[in-house]
């Protein structure tokens, strides 16, 4: 079928109820646009994962604190939906913020603990407006299994407590970070990098894959891993919000006095010029950022 784009709440919904009689399971990607790479890695898998693909654009005026980059954010509905069709997506749900949060809204979803660190320790309220706009889009779209990256690690273990904690009919899906050849994380908001400033930026994919090195030779202290991320990372970033070691599920950080065990999260959040990069690696899980081995 061709690329339908819904901006009605109900056209949505009974789009996707439609799919669903005819033997389609629904794969759903949320998106704020900006579409890049990595978004479009994402929609191949919802591909794989059901026979109807649906994508929604919405830059979500509630996971943004005062001064962050919301008026600003790339918006490019047109681009956006060109792209999509190029990959066979079914429908595209790119609703108004009038329509999804009107005058008279009054609820909010908030998920507790794992929201308290990272990300959650420096952009407060954002993961209540995650929780909200990801609760609102999966009660639109219906049952589904749901495609978000892992780059945004915190915000995936958010949406699957969210998940699991409300009994939602969602299988939610993670997929590995994208990456430029250079190691450095796609993001919609690497446009705002200058040339310089990328270049500083890579010290995240740079720092994260020594950690790698360390950890496949045996290193197991938190402080030692820690460090070989933050030795890169502080002497080329503008400022840090947080380098941290931290256990992948719960989110829990690991003391520096510590060892990790088989698995363990090293997730960092800075900032060059006035962009703010977030990246993150699972050691004993991931593959090390393209870039390895490349100089400090």
Do not use: W
């Not at 950890?215 to 990372?233: D, K, M, N, P």
């Amino acid at each position: 079928m061709p690329l339908v784009i819904a901006k009605e709440i109900s056209d949505a919904r009974s789009l996707c109820e439609s799919a669903r009689p005819g033997g389609k399971r629904v794969a759903f990607v949320p998106t704020m646009g900006a579409l890049h790479e990595g978004h479009l890695r994402l929609v191949d898998a919802a591909r794989e994962s059901g026979g109807f693909v649906a994508v929604s654009i919405f830059v979500n005026p509630i996971q943004f604190g005062p001064g962050e980059d919301f008026d600003r954010y790339p918006r490019d509905l047109d681009g956006d939906a060109s792209k999509l069709r190029a990959r066979g997506v079914d429908l595209v749900f790119a609703p108004l913020a009038s329509a999804m949060f009107p005058d008279e809204a009054r609820t909010k979803v908030s998920v507790s603990e794992i929201t308290q660190g990272l990300c959650g320790a420096f952009r407060k309220g954002h993961f209540d407006g995650v929780a909200t706009i990801v609760t609102k889009l999966f009660n639109i779209i219906g049952p589904c299994a749901a495609v978000f990256g892992r780059k945004d690690y915190q915000q995936l273990q958010v949406v699957k407590r969210l998940v699991a904690d409300l009994d939602m009919p969602v299988e939610v899906v993670g997929v590995p970070t994208v990456r430029e050849a250079d190691g450095l994380a796609l993001s919609s908001r690497n446009a705002y990098l200058s040339v310089e400033e990328r270049q500083r930026g890579l010290s995240i994919s740079r720092g994260l894959s020594s950690a790698h090195a360390l950890f496949r030779s045996g290193e197991r202290s938190s402080r030692a891993l820690r460090l070989a991320v933050s030795e890169l990372v502080e002497k080329n970033a503008d400022g840090v919000d947080y380098i941290t070691v931290a256990d992948p599920d719960s989110l829990t950080e690991c003391p520096l006095s510590d060892d990790v065990g088989a698995r363990a999260l090293i997730a960092v959040a800075a900032r060059f010029g006035r962009t703010r990069l977030i990246d993150n690696t699972v050691l004993g899980e991931d593959a090390p950022p393209i870039g390895f081995g490349e100089g400090r």
